[in-house]
Every structure is written in C-alpha cells, then in structure tokens.
C-alpha cells in the first residue's frame, strides 16, 4: 500500500489516542474520530475507529484480574450504567445518521466546558451513589457516544463527581465503550464493507502500533497519583469540549 501523508497523520494521531487511552482509559476513540473525520465523513470515521477500539478495549481490560472477572465484578456493580448508556448507543447511532452534527458538537463542547469549570470552583459538582443517577448518566452518555464516539465524557463527569479511582473509572470508561462499539458496528455493518481493501490495510497498522502505545500509557498510569490522574483528566476533557465546540461553531458558520 502506498502510504499518502493523509495516511500518516490518521496513523499519528491514533498513536497519541492510544497513549492517552492507557493513561487515562478513553481518548482512543474520540482522537481517532476526530481526525479521521478531517478526511472522511463521520458515519465512515466513525465506523472506521470500531474495529481497532474494540481490540483496544479488550487488551485494556485484560489487565489486573483479567477480562472476564473485570467485565463480571464491575458490570455487577455498575449494571444499571451499562443498559441504559447500551439503549442510549442505540438510539444514538441511528440519530448519526439524520441528525445535524454542529449542534450535537456544540452541545458536547458546552457541557464538558461547563462540567471542567465547576471542577475548580467552590460550586463543584458532586452526584448519588444510586441507580436513578447511574440510569440518567449512563442514557445520556449512551446518546452521545452513539453519535460523536464522545462515551466517556459524560462518564467521567459521572465518575469524577462520585468520587471513582482511578482503576474504576479506567475499568467502567472501557466496558462502556465495549458496549457501544458493539453496537455500533452491527448499525454500521453497510459502512464497513464499503471499505476498500486499502482502509483495512491502514487499520491493521494502526491497531498494531496503537496496541503498544497503549500498554506504554497503561505503565505510566500505574505510577500516576489520584490527584494527577484527575487533573489530566481534566485537561482533556477541557481540550475535547474547546475542539468540540470549535468543530460545531465552524460547521454551523
């Protein structure tokens, strides 16, 4: 495959994904969508990330205890989370398809903003333990990750605001994200043998150096301390909802 420099920047940026992805459990997805939807439209760049993020998100959860007691121990603890962001995905999904995508990214971008601002202020946000909480954050999460590939940004406000750590959020951000790449790769099944057999061969190189990436990211989190780990959390959460924002105001203009 002759590679073009369009196809070096997707590789790139993937790359960083996948370093944050380790660190932190999310930004695979949404730095791969980001950039690849600078090339393709966004139901292809979205539908181009599924394959190498599910890969990724079972390599993450194969850590600690393994995959299976991870995915067992916390989707007993957080089942509620899990089904309503599974029937959010859904209807997110089909919403990709027809609704306007300036105001869903004006949206994300707004409220991430929003949530990062109130982290370093006295009105700091603080939310239950309960499942009435986790059913409304996990349905709205689930809407918006079908749509912008977005997932964790709405569970990390959830997470962060009841108090998670870090081995959690890391676990729950991942199994999440399972869920709705799932889904989304039946929707978008059509999308996906579109594909040339070009695009498969790009994505096989970037899931095998995203793979290294990521457990390099996984090393560095063991050795981060809780309160950095939310604070760079938090600075990609504000630079998501800053690009976010700015990919709205530019699309509606």
């Known amino acids: 495959m002759a590679w073009s420099a369009d196809d070096y920047i997707i590789l790139f940026f993937f790359v960083v994904g996948a370093l944050l992805h380790g660190i932190t459990g999310f930004g695979y997805p949404i730095v791969g969508t980001a950039v690849v939807a600078g090339f393709y439209p966004l139901k292809v760049a979205v539908a181009m990330v599924v394959v190498p993020c599910i890969v990724m998100n079972v390599v993450m959860l194969r850590s600690g205890a393994g995959f299976w007691r991870n995915v ?49 202020s006295r009105f700091r946000i603080r939310f239950g333990l309960g499942r009435g909480t986790m059913l409304a954050f996990g349905f709205v999460a689930g809407i918006v990750g079908g749509v912008t590939n977005a997932i964790v940004a709405f569970l990390m406000i959830y997470l962060l605001g009841t108090g998670r750590n870090k081995t959690e ?51 560095i989190r063991l050795r981060l301390p809780q309160g950095v780990f939310n604070h760079v959390v938090a600075a990609m959460l504000l630079a998501l909802g800053v690009y976010a924002l700015g990919q709205g105001w530019a699309a509606a203009g």
């Open 169 to 219: 959020m890391v676990m729950v951000n991942n199994i999440s994200i399972l869920i709705t790449k799932l889904t989304q790769i039946v929707v978008l099944f059509p999308v996906l043998r579109g594909f040339a057999a070009r695009d498969w061969s790009l994505l096989g190189v970037v899931m095998v150096v995203s793979l290294g990436f990521v457990w390099l990211g996984g090393r």
């Open 72 to 120: 067992v121990e916390y989707g007993r603890a957080f089942l509620p989370l899990f089904v309503s962001s599974f029937v959010g995905g859904l209807i997110g999904v089909k919403l990709l398809l027809v609704f306007p995508e300036p105001a869903l990214k004006m949206f994300l971008g707004v409220t991430l903003l929003f949530y990062v601002a109130t982290q370093y």
